[in-house]
């Protein structure tokens, strides 16, 4: 389980102060931009992949990893997050326990956004409730516009500059290559990891994943 657990409003939703932002926002602090850089690089980075942001970044340079995810990226990695994050945490805290707790423990937690596993579905259909996708579409008009607003993004972009000089680790955002850091300065070829070993627990995994 990913130890970047984002904090939840009490209906389940997450980024407010992200998701808050209007149209007449024209800057924002680190400070109050943190939760959602945070966010891009632990859950909608990994959208793309290690090779493919490292690839990307190498074709743009000076670019950051906010210009490379869209904003369907990123409203479909909040979806999944919010759907999902009752269920895993479930499983995580099950996992904690020994044999006979496991035996004895209630599954209650359900998804939030998606039909259950095993649910007979019409050809074709994803799985996604109305109300899941509906949401999908507002999460996605909101991140468009703030998106849109180009003097709040770049103040953004910047903040991403500064996360990146102030998280010197190894998460594949960082390891695949600068992806916008201070003075386009590259990560040594040696701490480039292959995506295969990346650290398996901040993979985001699909509604109906059992794994």
């Not at 690839?55 to 479909?76: E, F």
């Not at 904690?96 to 707790?101: A, Y």
């Not at 849109?148 to 955002?173: A, I």
């Not at 201070?182 to 040594?188: A, D, K, L, P």
């Amino acid at each position: 389980m990913n130890n970047k657990m984002m904090k939840r409003s009490p209906d389940g939703k997450i980024l407010i102060t992200f998701i808050s932002l209007t149209e007449d926002t024209t800057t924002i602090t680190y400070e109050e931009n943190l939760e959602f850089l945070t966010f891009m690089d632990f859950y909608v980075s990994k959208l793309a992949g290690a090779r493919e942001l490292k690839s990307w970044s190498v074709k743009n340079p000076g670019k950051t990893l906010l210009d490379k995810m869209t904003a369907s990226d990123i409203a479909y990695a909040i979806l999944v997050y919010e759907n999902g994050i009752d269920v895993w945490m479930e499983r995580f805290k099950k996992k904690q326990m020994n044999t006979q707790q496991q035996s004895q423990a209630v599954q209650s937690a359900t998804l939030k956004y998606h039909h259950p596993v095993g649910t007979k579905l019409k050809a074709y259909h994803d799985g996604w409730t109305q109300v899941g996708r509906d949401y999908y579409y507002s999460l996605l008009k909101t991140i468009q516009r703030i998106k849109g607003n180009t003097e709040l993004w770049d103040v953004m972009k910047d903040n991403w500059r500064t996360y990146l000089n102030k998280n010197k680790r190894g998460s594949f955002v960082h390891v695949a290559a600068s992806m916008g850091g201070h003075n386009g300065e590259e990560m040594e070829e040696e701490e480039i990891l292959d995506e295969e070993d990346t650290n398996q627990s901040h993979i985001i995994h699909l509604p109906n994943d059992d794994e």
